[in-house]
T-cell receptor
Framework: SQQGEEDPQALSIQEGENATMNCSYK?????LQWYRQNSGRGLVHLIL?????REKHSGRLRVTLDTSKKSSSLLITASRAADTASYFC???????????FGTGTRLTVIP | GAVVSQHPSWVICKSGTSVKIECRSL??????MFWYRQFPKQSLMLMAT?????????EQGVEKDKFLINHASLTLSTLTVTSAHPEDSSFYIC????????????FGDGTRLSIL
């Protein structure tokens, strides 16, 4: 299976704290993306980082990518209760359009 | 922009019936659409890749006669679950690309299918 793995599986923090999620994948990639899913809903794209990039920022989000370790991390700073959701990393390979998703992290932000 | 609409959002039907799920790109033309299946508290598993005007490419282990995919236009792909059984109950999500290789994918809101 090309599915990646994420840790932790679940994370519970207080509002205002930072949340860090990690993703590991198995094969060479073209891009790595992070998506968010609220319960019972579709996915919302958060950020895309290319294989030749090492770090990317978008608002309160910071993503790092280490292709030598085949891993990525997503940091959400100053968390809010509305950040409560599941977060998935997804990778695509050069020349392929389909995505392979990680196992996901369920984040709960306590008000 | 880049809105994908999926319909219906929830369907309950009896075992043995066939169910059709639609995935539409509302403000762009989608040359490629994807169908995923998600079990509770699990990740998304790619079922098939659908290219406009050609046969879908199914992932290993996905029965193409069970899950019929049609991508007849640049804005519509359909997934038909034929002779559905309780084990087919799941959350089905579609996504679309506006150009090959042009990530990210744009996702629909999903369809919750419950087979009684």
């Amino acid at each position: 299976s090309q599915q990646g793995e994420e840790d932790p599986q679940a994370l519970s923090i207080q509002e205002g704290e930072n949340a860090t999620m990690n993703c590991s994948y198995k094969t060479s990639i073209n891009n790595l993306q992070w998506y968010r899913q609220n319960s019972g809903r579709g996915l919302v794209h958060l950020i895309l980082i290319r294989s030749n990039e090492r770090e990317k920022h978008s608002g309160r989000l910071r993503v790092t990518l280490d292709t030598s370790k085949k891993s990525s991390s997503l940091l959400i700073t100053a968390s809010r209760a509305a950040d409560t959701a599941s977060y998935f990393c997804a990778t695509d390979a050069t020349g392929a359009n389909n995505l392979f998703f990680g196992t996901g992290t369920r984040l709960t932000v306590i008000p | 922009g880049a809105v994908v609409s999926q319909h219906p959002s929830w369907v309950i039907c009896k075992s043995g019936t066939s169910v059709k799920i639609e995935c539409r790109s509302l403000d762009f033309q989608a040359t490629t659409m994807f169908w995923y299946r998600q079990f509770p508290k699990q990740s998304l598993m790619l079922m098939a890749t659908s290219n406009e005007g050609s046969k879908a490419t199914y992932e290993q282990g996905v029965e193409k006669d069970k899950f019929l995919i049609n991508h007849a236009s640049l804005t519509l792909s359909t997934l038909t679950v034929t002779s559905a059984h309780p084990e087919d109950s799941s959350f089905y999500i579609c996504s679309a690309l506006d150009r090959p290789g042009n990530q990210p994918q744009h996702f629909g809101d999903g369809t919750r299918l419950s087979i009684l």
